[in-house]
C-alpha cells in the first residue's frame, strides 16, 4: 500500500492466529458488530475523508503463476462519517484497475448497521487477469476480453453468517471476448460483444430486458476417438495432489454425524423479454471419420422472444443462418430452458444443403463417396416432463453416389440398392424418422435412435426390396409375390393372375426410375421335360388326325383316338406288342344284369391311357429345348413390362437362363431381382 509519503507492505493478512487479539477474540471471529453498536465506547464523526492517487497491489501466491492486480490510483472521499447507529455518509470513489478497468462508486453508506445506496460503473475490466484460477481446470487461455457494469446498488440486512440482501439495477456486458485452446493454438469460444440491459436482480427475482450477443463464435471439433475438444478443453490441466484431501474427507467423514441430505433451494424466479443473436458463427469439425468433415454456420440472426421460469411460460425461437460451403438453417419454435424439466418444442430446417459435403460420412459409414444431390432436414422436437418426442423429416434430392471408399465401419449391406428403392421418379426421397424417448434414461440418445431408424429402413429396403414396391403400389396380395413369376410345367406363356402381378411391377419400377429388373429364364428339368413330352405326343395325336381325319377322327364320346393310338403302338413296338398290350387290358364282360360273363372285353381307356403313358415317354427333350423355353420364359417377362407399363427395355436384363427353377405347387417358379 503506496502513499506520497511512502509504502506499507501488508503480507499473510490472513494468516490464523494463534492467540486472542487485545479485544479477546479468537483467531478468525468476526467483531461483534451489534454489540458495538449497542455499547459504543466512542462516538466519531469525520466530516470529510480524501484519499488521492492511492495505490496497492494484491497477489495470491497460491496460485500458478501467483494471481496479481494491482490498484493505482484509488481517489475516495468520505462525507459525514459518523459512528451513530444509522447514520449515512456519503462515498465517492474512482478506481482504476490494472491500467485499463475503472470502477466509479457514488452514494450513500451506513456504517453501523452496514447497509449501502450507491450508483456504480465499472468499464473494460480485464479478463485475462483471472488466468491463474482457469490453469488447474482446464487448457484455456482467456486471450483478452473485459466486462462492464453500470448500475445502482442497494446492500441491507448484512449480518454475520448471513447473505446479505443485494440489489442491483442497470446494465452489463463484455467486449471483444477471445479464448484459446491451449493445446491446439486456436480460438474456442469467441464474441465481439455480450450485453445485458434493463438488469433488475434481487434476492427473490431477477429481469433482463435484453440479452445482445453480436460476432460470437465457437468452435466445435469431434476427434477420431469420438470425443470432443470442449471435453478436452475442460479436463484438469494440472495434476493435484488428492491423497491428503482423500485422508481428510476420510477424517471429516468419520467425525461427522450422519446427516439427511438437504434437498438445494428453489430457483429464483427469471425472466429474459429478449435475447438478440447478431452475425454469429460456428465451425464444425468431424475428425473421427475416414475422410474428415467440416462445416460452418455463419450469419446467424434471429432472437428469442419471452424467456421465463415460470411453469406455463413460453419464449418465442426465431433464428436464421447459413451453412458453409452451402445451404440455409432456420429455427423456429418454443422453448423454456429456464424451467426445471426443459421444455422445448422446435422446429430446425436445413435447406438447400449439398450432399457432396456429407461425403465424409458417407464414406466412413456407407464405403461410398457422394457425388451429387442437396438435403432438406426439417427436425421437429418437443419436451416436456423429460420426455422427447421427435419428428424428422429427412429429403434428399437427387442424391448419387460416387467411388467406393475402404472403410472399416462401412456397412456391408448394398446402399447403391437402397437408395434406388427409395429414390422415386422425381429423384428424390422422402423420409420421416420418429424419435421417443426419455432424457433420463442412460440408454436413451437421440442420435442413436436415429441412426438405429435409418440402418432399419436400409435394411428392410435391401433386405426386402419387393415387398417396399408393393406397398408402393398397393399390390393387393403379399408384397413379396411380386419378386417371382409361377408358369405351370412346359408353358410359355402366363396366367392372369400372373400377368396382372408382372403389370403391378411394371407400376412399381415406373415409380422407381434408377432400379434395374434382372430376369433369368428357368425351367424345372424333371417337370418342364415331362410336360414337353405330353406336348409333343399331343402334337403327334393331332398331326395323324389332321392328316387322315376320316380313319383317326374319334368316335363321339370317345375320350380316345383308339385306332390312332394302336396304330401309333404298333409303329413304334411291333404288331406283337399290341396284342400282348391287348390281352393285358381285357376284363370280363359285364351283362345287363350287372354281373360279369364268361367272356371278356377290351378295357379301352386304360388300354389308351397305358399306350399314350408309353409313347409319351419316348418322346426326346433336348436341353436345348430347355435352354429355349427358359429363355422365351424371361423374354416373356421383359416383352409384357416394356409393352404393357412402358418400362424403359434398357432397365430390363436378360441374364443367362439354367435349370434351376423351383417347383412350388405344381408351378415352376422364376425368380426375380433388382439392382441400381
Known amino acids: 500500500m503506496a502513499t506520497e509519503w511512502g509504502a506499507l507492505r501488508l503480507t499473510n493478512v490472513w ?70 447507529p444509522g447514520a449515512e455518509f456519503a462515498l465517492d470513489a474512482d478506481v482504476t484497475i490494472e491500467k485499463t478497468g475503472k470502477l466509479a462508486v457514488g452514494g450513500v453508506v451506513v456504517a453501523l448497521p452496514p447497509s449501502a445506496r450507491v450508483k456504480a460503473e465499472l468499464s473494460d475490466f480485464p479478463l485475462p487477469i483471472f488466468q491463474p484460477y482457469i490453469n488447474p481446470f482446464a487448457h484455456l487461455e482467456i486471450v483478452s476480453g473485459t466486462i462492464g457494469a453500470a448500475g445502482e446498488i442497494e446492500i441491507t440486512d448484512v449480518k454475520p453468517g448471513t447473505i446479505p440482501n443485494v440489489r442491483f439495477t442497470g446494465a452489463a456486458g463484455s467486449k471483444n471476448f477471445v479464448t484459446k485452446d491451449t493445446r491446439q493454438n486456436e480460438n474456442l469460444v469467441t464474441w465481439r460483444s455480450l450485453d445485458l440491459s434493463g438488469v433488475s436482480y434481487a434476492p427473490d427475482n431477477i429481469h ?100 421465463s421460469s415460470a411453469e406455463l411460460a413460453r419464449a418465442g425461437v426465431t433464428m436464421d443462418g447459413s451453412v458453409n460451403p452451402s445451404g440455409l438453417v432456420s429455427v423456429r419454435g418454443e422453448i423454456n430452458p429456464l424451467r426445471g424439466d426443459l421444455y422445448t418444442d422446435l422446429s430446425v430446417v436445413f435447406k438447400d444443403f449439398d450432399l457432396p459435403t456429407l461425403t ?51 456397412t456391408s449391406l448394398p446402399v447403391g440398392l437402397a437408395i434406388a428403392l427409395l429414390k422415386n421418379r422425381d429423384g428424390v426421397i422422402d423420409l420421416d424418422i420418429p424419435v421417443k424417448g426419455n432424457l433420463d434414461d442412460p440408454k ?133 406288342a399290341v396284342k400282348t398290350l391287348d390281352e393285358r387290358f381285357q376284363v370280363p364282360k359285364i351283362g345287363k344284369d350287372g354281373k360279369p360273363k364268361d367272356d371278356t372285353v377290351l378295357d379301352e381307356p386304360a388300354f389308351c391311357a397305358e399306350i399314350e403313358k408309353a409313347l409319351t415317354d419316348l418322346q426326346p427333350v433336348a436341353d436345348s429345348e430347355l435352354n429355349t423355353l427358359a429363355l422365351d420364359r424371361a423374354v416373356g417377362i421383359k416383352n409384357i413390362l416394356v409393352q404393357t407399363s412402358a418400362v424403359e427395355p434398357t432397365r430390363i436384363f436378360i441374364l443367362d437362363p439354367d435349370n434351376q427353377g423351383a417347383l412350388e405347387n405344381a408351378k415352376v417358379r422364376l425368380e426375380l431381382e433388382l439392382s441400381d
Open 208 to 307: 433482463v430486458s435484453e440479452v445482445k450477443s453480436a460476432e460470437a463464435y465457437a468452435k466445435i471439433v469431434v476427434y477420431p476417438d469420438r470425443t470432443t475438444n470442449f471435453a478436452a478443453v475442460f479436463a484438469p490441466s494440472m495434476p493435484t495432489d488428492t491423497t491428503s484431501a482423500d485422508s481428510s474427507a476420510a477424517g471429516d467423514d468419520a467425525a461427522a454425524p450422519p446427516s439427511k441430505k438437504q434437498s438445494s433451494p428453489p430457483p429464483i424466479p427469471t425472466t429474459i423479454d429478449i435475447v438478440k443473436v447478431v452475425d454469429c458463427t460456428a465451425d464444425f469439425s468431424d475428425l473421427s471419420l475416414i475422410l474428415p468433415f467440416s462445416a460452418d454456420i455463419h450469419s446467424l440472426n434471429g432472437d428469442i422472444r419471452g424467456l
Open 15 to 84: 494468516r490464523p492466529q494463534r492467540k486472542p487479539d487485545l479485544l479477546g477474540r479468537s483467531a478468525g471471529e468476526a467483531p461483534d458488530i451489534t454489540s458495538a453498536a449497542q455499547k459504543p465506547l466512542w462516538k466519531i464523526t469525520v466530516a470529510e475523508t480524501v484519499v488521492d492517487d492511492l495505490s496497492f497491489a494484491f497477489t495470491d501466491s497460491t496460485t500458478t503463476p501467483p494471481f496479481s492486480v494491482e490498484i493505482d490510483p484509488l481517489d475516495l472521499t468520505l462525507r459525514g462519517l459518523s459512528s451513530e
Open 360 to 410: 465424409p460420412y458417407s464414406g466412413h459409414f456407407a464405403g461410398r463417396e457422394i457425388d451429387k444431390g442437396k438435403m432438406m432436414l426439417d427436425l421437429k422436437y418437443r419436451v416436456s416432463e423429460r420426455e422427447i418426442l421427435g419428428e424428422n423429416k429427412i429429403v434428399l434430392d437427387q442424391l448419387e453416389l460416387g467411388r467406393k471408399i475402404e472403410s472399416p465401419d462401412a
Open 444 to 576: 436413451f440418445s437421440i442420435k442413436g435412435v436415429i441412426i438405429d431408424v435409418l440402418v432399419n429402413i436400409v435394411t428392410k429396403a435391401v433386405m426386402a426390396p419387393f415387398s417396399l414396391l408393393g406397398k408402393l403400389v398397393g399390390f393387393g396380395g403379399d408384397s413379396e409375390e411380386m419378386s417371382y413369376i409361377d408358369f405351370d410345367p412346359g408353358a410359355r406363356g402366363l396366367s392372369p393372375s400372373e400377368q396382372e402381378k408382372i403389370a403391378k411391377l411394371g407400376e412399381a419400377l415406373n415409380e422407381r426410375p434408377q432400379l434395374r429388373l434382372d430376369v433369368r429364364g428357368r425351367v424345372h428339368p424333371a417337370e418342364d421335360s415331362k410336360a414337353i413330352r405330353k406336348q409333343k405326343f399331343a402334337a403327334l395325336v393331332t398331326g395323324r388326325i389332321q392328316k387322315n381325319p376320316k380313319k383317326y377322327t374319334p368316335a363321339e364320346g370317345a375320350a380316345y383316338p383308339a385306332k390312332l393310338f394302336r396304330d401309333l403302338y404298333k409303329e413304334q413296338f411291333g404288331k406283337d
